[in-house]
């Protein structure tokens, strides 16, 4: 630069920093996986974020906003297994066990048939071509940003999976009654750190839980709100109920920082939500999101970019499934 810094306005300087800082963000993102670029379908399937977009508009219209989180967190438990290689969507036959039977799965994530659909439709304009890792990965932003929340660019060339893992599913997936400690190591396993694990969870801005899943904290936690212990336990009884449904936060339909605000409030609908603000190591970081909703957006962002480079398979790996919940024959 020809010119010195103090010529500089305030502004520019903070866009410099800025310029700067998505520079490297770039180059930080390509030595994580130098085989996924945001280019990789620009001439083979150039409609492919409209498709994925008209489809998530779609079903979000037509069934509930619900389905925004569903798919985000199908994308979560896709990349903690072996990598976002698709291997959740398969479903179980006589003669294959997949991942969706899962503890941390059964009965609990949704949302395929929408992959499945918009799968479908991608295959009208671009046959054999996109993966459903992929397809899952960009739906998974879409919802997001349809639901007001940030966007971010989605690095694509993943491959599908021939094979899925129960046993890893259970093994890697956290469990709702993880403790911080737990959480930060089961994370740290996939290359995450706990900032990137406390802004993943802001996820929980967005969906419900079933009665099973935080029965134990809203009748035996103390350091809980009781009016928001007394509000669940009305859906949630002591017994029974156990697939009763509850949002995270009160405004389950729209991407935003409450979440976090009301971890502040203690109230936090799982225990292991909780964990992020009890007195340990996250509770600065939560608190500055509960008054900062861009701090979120932006690491929220950045983590899920992270999460969705974990060990794809690229290249000659793996296949284009042609239907998601089938490997090809
Ligand atoms: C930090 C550890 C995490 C734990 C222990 C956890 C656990 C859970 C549990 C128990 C549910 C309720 C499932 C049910 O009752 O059927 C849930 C729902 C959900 N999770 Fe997480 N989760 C974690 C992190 C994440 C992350 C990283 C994401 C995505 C980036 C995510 C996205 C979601 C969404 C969107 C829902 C609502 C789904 C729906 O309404 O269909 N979660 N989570
Ligand atoms: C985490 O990083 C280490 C060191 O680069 C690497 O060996 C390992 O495979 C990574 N783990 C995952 C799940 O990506
Ligand atoms: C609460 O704790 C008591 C005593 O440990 C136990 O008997 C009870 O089953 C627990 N209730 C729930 C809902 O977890």
Request: proline fraction near 4%.
């Amino acid at each position: 630069m020809s010119y010195s810094f103090k010529l500089l306005g305030r502004f520019d300087i903070i866009f410099v920093v800025i310029v700067a800082s998505q520079v490297l963000i770039i180059m930080s993102s390509s030595t994580i996986n130098a085989q996924l670029s945001r280019s990789f379908y620009a001439s083979t399937c150039p409609l492919l974020v409209p498709i994925v977009r008209g489809g998530m508009r779609q079903a979000i219209r037509n069934n509930e906003p619900r389905m925004a989180a569903s798919i985000l967190r199908l994308f979560f438990h896709d990349c903690f297994v072996n990598g976002c290689d698709g291997s959740i969507l398969l479903d179980d036959t006589a003669t294959f066990t997949g991942e969706q039977n899962a503890f941390p799965n059964r009965n609990s994530v949704r949302g395929m048939e929408v992959i499945d659909d918009i799968k479908a439709r991608v295959e009208r304009v671009c046959s054999n071509t996109v993966s459903c890792a992929d397809i899952l990965a960009l739906a998974a932003r879409e919802g997001v940003v349809l639901l007001g929340g940030p966007s971010w660019v989605v690095p694509l060339g993943r491959r599908d999976s021939t094979t899925a893992s129960q046993s890893d599913a259970n093994r890697d997936l956290p469990g709702p009654r993880s403790d911080l400690a737990t959480l930060i190591s089961q994370f740290g396993n996939k290359n995450l750190s706990a900032t990137d694990m406390t802004a993943l969870s802001g996820a929980h801005t967005l969906g419900l839980s079933q009665c099973v899943n935080f029965r134990s904290r809203i009748y035996n936690e103390t350091n809980i709100d009781s009016a928001f212990a007394a509000t669940r336990q009305a859906n949630c009884p002591f017994s029974g109920g156990d697939t009763n449904l509850a949002p995270f936060d009160g405004s389950q339909n729209s991407f935003d920082n409450n979440y976090f605000r009301q971890l502040v409030n203690k109230r936090g609908l799982l225990h292991s939500d909780q964990e992020l603000f009890n007195g340990k190591s996250q509770d600065s970081l939560v608190f500055a999101y509960s008054r900062r909703p861009f701090a979120f957006f932006r690491d929220f962002a950045s983590a899920m970019v992270k999460m969705g480079n974990l060990s794809p398979l690229t290249g000659t790996n793996g296949q284009i499934r042609k239907s998601c919940g089938v490997v090809n024959s």
